[in-house]
C-alpha cells in the first residue's frame, strides 16, 4: 500500500532536504538526499506507516548533520518524541575519529541500539537503510570494481561483519519473513563481490 502524502511527509522532505543539501553519497556526485527518500519508500513494503516513512526519511539527520545546526530537541519539536525516539535507534553516536576503533564503535552503539529495541518501526527503517546501501554497493561496484571499498572507513570484511551483524539481530525480531530474506538476498549479493 502507498503512503498518502500528508502535511507531516511534506514537512519531513522538507526538513530533510534542506539539513542534507551539499551533501553527497559516498563516492559520487549523488545528492545524499536520494538515500533518505529511497529508504522512505523501501519501507513502504513493509509497513503501512506514516510514521515510518516519516523516520526514513529523517533517519539520517542526527547522525549526518552537526548539532549546532538541528538536534534531537529540533527533531522533537518538529515531529514529536515518537519520530525522535525512532530516529535515533537508528543513529550512530558521533565520533568524529576516522579511526577503526571509531568506526567500531560507532557499529556497536548501532548494533546494542536495535538489539534493545521491540519497536518494529526503527527495525524496519534500519533494515531498508541497510538494504539500500547494499544495493548500491552493488551498483557502484560493477562500475568501481574493488576501488569502490576506499570509500568506506571499514575493510571489505568489517563492512560485511555490520550487515551481518545487524541481520543477525533482526532474526531475532518478530519482522515481515520477505524482509529477511530481501536482506538476506542483498547480503549474498555483497559477499559474493571479490
Given at each position: 500500500m502507498l503512503m498518502v502524502y500528508s502535511e507531516r511527509i511534506n514537512k519531513a522532505?522538507?526538513?530533510a532536504t534542506k539539513l542534507h543539501e551539499g551533501q553527497f553519497r559516498r563516492g559520487s556526485t549523488i545528492p545524499y538526499i536520494a538515500h533518505p527518500f529511497a529508504v522512505a519508500l523501501l519501507t513502504q513494503r513493509y509497513a503501512d506507516s506514516e510514521d515510518v516513512f516519516i523516520g526514513g526519511i529523517l533517519h539520517d539527520v542526527l547522525e549526518d548533520v552537526p548539532n549546532r545546526i538541528y538536534d534531537s530537541n529540533d527533531l522533537a519539536e518538529?515531529?514529536?518524541y515518537d519520530?525522535?525516539?525512532i530516529v535515533e535507534t537508528v543513529s550512530e553516536p558521533d565520533i568524529t575519529a576516522a579511526t577503526q576503533e571509531a568506526w567500531r564503535a560507532r557499529k556497536y552503539v548501532y548494533l546494542n541500539n536495535i538489539q534493545n529495541t521491540n519497536d518494529i518501526r526503527p527495525l524496519i527503517i534500519c533494515a531498508c537503510?541497510?538494504?539500500?546501501n547494499?544495493?548500491?554497493l552493488a551498483y557502484c561496484y560493477d562500475e568501481l570494481g574493488d576501488s569502490i571499498w576506499t570509500y568506506f572507513a571499514a575493510k571489505r570484511e568489517r563492512e560485511i561483519w555490520?550487515?551481518?551483524s545487524i541481520l543477525n539481530i533482526l532474526h531475532t525480531k518478530i519482522l515481515p519473513t520477505e524482509m529477511l530474506d530481501e536482506y538476506h538476498?542483498?547480503?549474498e549479493k555483497i559477499r559474493s563481490l571479490q
Open positions: 522532505i522538507k526538513v518538529d515531529f514529536g519520530i525522535l525516539n537503510d541497510k538494504m539500500h547494499m544495493g548500491e555490520f550487515f551481518e538476498e542483498r547480503l
